[in-house]
């Protein structure tokens, strides 16, 4: 079946599943689960979470929570709807275990995100909104997009994560350059400030980052990161390196490549940043995790939290359980 197809007919089939009780007989409550876990001040009934990606318009949290993850992030969520990049746009591959996506950001806008995680009722995990701008905002304009994303999601997010590294908006990358992450982290920060006083309560601001960093880049980011306060850091996205599935002939498809080829790339950057950073600013570590010892590796690399995805697609909800067991 075409993958993209695959996915809206399975996160379909979540929701009826969920809604008709028969998500609950065949995937019932897991209480060993449980490994509560205070990270950014918030405390993760376990250390694994859904990356971004999956679930887009946050429709479908209540039916992954019960699978078992610890929190789940929705989106990447913009200001207005969009439909993204043309079709076909996602492709597998499956010796590799892997997914090429140049999806472009399609979402129904952050109004109907808000509105769809205000109507979970079941999931008692965290949830996180990832946020990005529209394709049409030029970079000049991006902190307007990522502002209104930040004050409309702040009153039912458990925290908040900047998407500066897709691969698959037009120079979006280029605002992980030190001087321009700089002056968004410290716009944000200061709305994240008076948001707070406003609400009564915090929401952790964190910036997502890409795998295919240099170690200059990455001693120029980490500075940024602790002098402008950021509460945690994502790493990482996807890479638009090929090397390691060279050969494959959806190899040069266009977009970001997740799953296993990406885990030593990934798990270098945040393992660097990891040693810039010093213990003072959380990692969450995402990338090619697909089994409990690439669980295990990140976080001795430095993750306080683990993320899945692409894994989650071919291995299914046993994976989820098993590294929430373990860690």
Same mark, same amino acid.
């Not at 591959?93 to 997914?99: D, G, K, M, R, S």
């Given at each position: 079946?075409d993958?993209?197809?695959?996915h809206?007919l399975?996160?379909?089939?979540?929701?009826?599943?969920?809604a008709?009780?028969?998500?609950?007989l065949?995937?019932?409550d897991h209480?060993?689960l449980?490994r509560?876990?205070?990270?950014m001040?918030l405390?993760f009934?376990?250390?694994?979470?859904?990356?971004?990606g999956?679930?887009?318009?946050?429709?479908?949290?209540?039916a992954l929570g019960?699978?078992g993850?610890g929190h789940? +992030?929705?989106?990447?969520?913009?200001?207005?709807?969009?439909?993204?990049? !043309?079709?076909?746009?996602l492709f597998r591959?499956i010796?590799?275990?892997a997914?090429?996506?140049?999806m472009?950001?399609?979402n129904s806008?952050i109004?109907?995100g808000?509105?769809?995680?205000?109507r979970s009722r079941?999931?008692?995990?965290?949830?996180?909104?990832?946020?990005?701008?529209?394709?049409?905002?030029?970079n000049?304009?991006?902190?307007?997009?990522?502002?209104?994303?930040l004050?409309a999601?702040f009153p039912?997010a458990?925290?908040i994560?900047?998407n500066?590294s897709?691969?698959n908006?037009?120079?979006?990358r280029?605002l992980?350059?030190?001087?321009?992450?700089?002056?968004?982290l410290? #716009?944000?920060?200061r709305?994240q400030?008076?948001?707070?006083? +406003?609400h009564g309560k915090?929401?952790?601001l964190l910036?997502k980052?890409a795998?295919d960093?240099?170690?200059a880049?990455?001693?120029?980011l980490?500075?940024?990161?602790?002098?402008?306060?950021?509460?945690?850091?994502?790493? #990482?996205? #996807?890479?638009?390196?090929? +090397?390691?599935?060279?050969?494959?002939p959806?190899?040069?498809e266009?977009?970001g490549?997740?799953?296993? !080829?990406?885990?030593?790339k990934s798990?270098?950057v945040?393992?660097?940043?990891?040693?810039e950073l010093?213990g003072?600013?959380?990692?969450?570590g995402?990338?090619g995790?697909?089994?409990?010892e690439?669980?295990?590796?990140?976080i001795?690399?430095?993750a306080?939290l683990?993320?899945?995805?692409t894994?989650f697609i071919?291995?299914g909800?046993?994976l989820?359980? +098993?590294?929430?067991?373990d860690l």
């Amino acid at each position: 079946m075409d993958p993209e197809t695959a996915h809206h007919l399975s996160m379909a089939g979540l929701r009826t599943a969920e809604a008709t009780g028969m998500l609950a007989l065949a995937s019932p409550d897991h209480p060993e689960l449980d490994r509560p876990v205070e990270v950014m001040g918030l405390t993760f009934p376990n250390r694994i979470g859904l990356a971004a990606g999956l679930d887009k318009e946050g429709n479908t949290i209540d039916a992954l929570g019960r699978l078992g993850f610890g929190h789940v +992030e929705i989106g990447t969520i913009t200001p207005r709807p969009q439909p993204g990049n !043309p079709k076909p746009r996602l492709f597998r591959l499956i010796p590799h275990e892997a997914i090429i996506n140049r999806m472009g950001f399609n979402n129904s806008g952050i109004e109907s995100g808000v509105e769809n995680v205000s109507r979970s009722r079941r999931y008692r995990g965290v949830i996180g909104f990832n946020i990005g701008k529209n394709k049409v905002t030029p970079n000049e304009q991006a902190a307007d997009d990522y502002l209104i994303c930040l004050r409309a999601a702040f009153p039912v997010a458990g925290y908040i994560a900047v998407n500066l590294s897709s691969p698959n908006t037009p120079g979006l990358r280029d605002l992980q350059g030190a001087e321009a992450s700089a002056r968004l982290l410290e #716009t944000l920060k200061r709305e994240q400030e008076k948001l707070a006083a +406003e609400h009564g309560k915090q929401v952790p601001l964190l910036f997502k980052v890409a795998p295919d960093l240099d170690d200059a880049h990455i001693k120029d980011l980490a500075r940024v990161f602790r002098d402008g306060g950021l509460d945690g850091l994502i790493a #990482t996205n #996807t890479t638009l390196d090929r +090397e390691a599935v060279a050969g494959h002939p959806r190899a040069n498809e266009a977009g970001g490549l997740s799953g296993k !080829p990406v885990f030593r790339k990934s798990t270098d950057v945040l393992a660097a940043f990891a040693a810039e950073l010093g213990g003072r600013i959380p990692i969450i570590g995402v990338g090619g995790i697909s089994s409990v010892e690439d669980a295990r590796e990140k976080i001795r690399a430095g993750a306080s939290l683990v993320q899945i995805y692409t894994s989650f697609i071919y291995q299914g909800p046993r994976l989820v359980r +098993e590294i929430a067991r373990d860690l």
